[in-house]
């Protein structure tokens, strides 16, 4: 069994370049864009296959920043990762040399914590730094380890490590989360596969990408069942297989390429789109009076006969799954400047995640933020170019779809942190007839 990595050890991942975004606005978007895999599927797809010393095999994983830093985490455990093609990744965790998460990786992706739960129930031990991640919130994994505890494991905090260890064998057993958790479900989901019984988690999150975990889970050989909408139960196995998955398609940049169209006055097709898994959106779509068109894997948006007059101001509310998600609350309220109206924004699941309208302010947009939870957008509102910074992920790729549908050129610096979650952003836009042009953040 390995020991943990000495912690004078460094971890050296290569940082991105700050890159600043160049955009010149007005252009309505044309064509037809391709859809790629679930940045919050395959992050834990990746995870899980250290549960098996199988090879297993991930498809239409998206080239994105996070995915790479994983692979990265896995590579320095001593994990076999193989990138042989585009979209494609094999692992084969055979043996693992150190149980270690550092800080380094864990500052840079919160993610990398959903690595407890398969360390901890396939080598009985692991410590993991507490995660970083975005800046949306203070982002607690209390929940994640409260899990861990009630399946039978010591889990231990010391200067910022979780020292976590399971004498034997995890036991399956009850695990009632306070508030429903996606990466405590997840991780929950996971370390219950190779465990000592009957697991049962509840409420469990009904993200789609949940379900896609739990899809490679069985593929693996796992006794994985959503028994209820909110139920999740699992029988432990001793052992699991390699397997073969592909990616769902990713849910939130389909989002954020619909609004991209209603915005901009464009018409666009995404092809091997996440139709089944936006209708909170779509709703909000209907509700604003922009008509989409799903078919299986295809979504048509026509929004060039469209004026701010058409569009009605509407209230959201984000919320866990089937509720409109988190992640497109500020794409949404891109969408929402354009429409005639006050509309109440309402985000459910993160704190201090309305701070980003700020920075949307400075294109134009009339937005009273009332606290940490609420706001008011009041359209419709000519945006025009400026220049802004991105704070993260997902309000990164909100600046975006404003400075598309401003007057004028806009910089937005900060290019890097949309890099970690939507694959080849800029080129899929220029595809479009966008004007946005990448370089060195000059700032
Ligand atoms: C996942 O984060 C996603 N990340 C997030 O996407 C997404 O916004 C979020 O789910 C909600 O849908 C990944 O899947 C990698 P939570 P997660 O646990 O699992 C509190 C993106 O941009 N909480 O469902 O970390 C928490 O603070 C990212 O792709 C605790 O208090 O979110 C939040 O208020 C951003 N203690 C609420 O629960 C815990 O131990 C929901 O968080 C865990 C969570």
Redesign the pocket.
């Known amino acids: 069994m390995a020991d943990a990595r000495p912690f004078h050890w460094e971890y050296h991942p290569e940082t991105p370049r700050p890159e600043t975004f160049r955009i010149e606005g007005g252009r309505p978007l044309r064509g037809t864009v391709n859809v790629s895999g679930a ?3 395959a ?2 797809l990746l995870a899980a296959a250290v549960l098996t010393g199988e090879r297993c095999r991930l498809e239409n994983v998206p080239e994105i920043e ?1 995915v790479r830093v994983m692979a990265e985490v896995l590579r320095d455990l001593g994990v076999v990762v193989d990138h042989p093609e585009t979209g494609v990744y094999e692992i084969a965790a055979g043996d693992v040399d150190w149980l270690f998460i550092p800080l380094e990786a864990a500052a840079k ?3 990398s ?2 690595l407890l739960g398969p360390l901890l129930t396939r080598f009985g031990r692991v410590i993991i730094s507490n995660p970083g ?2 800046r ?11 899990a861990m505890r009630a399946m039978g494991a010591e889990i231990e905090y010391r200067n910022g490590y979780y020292y976590a260890q399971a004498p034997g064998r995890l036991r399956g057993g009850e695990i009632r989360f306070p ?8 991780n929950a989901m996971l370390a219950a596969t190779l465990a000592d019984g009957h697991t049962v988690i509840r409420p469990a ?1 009904q ?1 789609p ?1 949940v379900d896609d975990l739990a899809a490679f889970l069985c593929e693996m050989g796992a006794d994985v069942e959503r028994t209820y909408p909110d139920t999740i139960e699992v029988h432990g196995t001793r052992r699991l297989r390699g397997a073969t998955h592909r990616v769902l398609p990713d849910r ?1 940049e389909t989002g954020t390429f619909l609004i991209s169209a209603a915005v901009t006055g464009g018409t666009m097709r995404l092809e091997n789109a996440a139709c089944k898994h936006v209708g909170a959106l779509v709703e909000v779509f209907e509700k604003v009076g922009i008509p989409v068109h799903c078919a299986d894997t295809t979504i048509d948006i026509d929004a060039s006969g469209l004026t701010p007059a058409d569009l009605r101001a509407c209230d959201i509310e984000t919320a ?2 089937p509720g409109l ?3 497109l609350q500020s794409p949404t309220c891109v969408l929402l400047t354009q429409a005639s109206g006050t509309s109440r924004v309402h985000e459910g ?3 201090d ?1 309305i701070e980003w309208l700020g920075e949307l302010r400075k294109l134009g947009a009339r937005i009273d933020i009332e606290d940490t939870h609420h706001a008011a957008i009041h359209g419709p509102s000519q945006l025009r170019g400026a220049e802004v910074s991105i704070s ?3 309000a990164g790729a909100s600046l975006i779809l404003a400075a598309l549908a401003a007057q004028g050129p806009s910089l937005i610096h900060g290019a890097h942190h949309v890099e ?2 939507y694959e080849n952003i800029d080129r899929k836009f220029q595809q479009l007839g966008a004007s946005i042009a990448r370089s060195a953040d000059t700032a």
């Open positions: 940045k919050n599927a992050l834990k996070d992706m919160r993610a914590f959903i991640g975005d949306i919130g203070r982002r607690p994994v209390n929940l994640h380890v409260d508030q429903v958790t996606v990466m405590g479900t997840e999150a993200e990408e939130i866990p799954y998600a988190t992640d699941v993160f704190e995640r993260d992920l997902r970690r979650g």
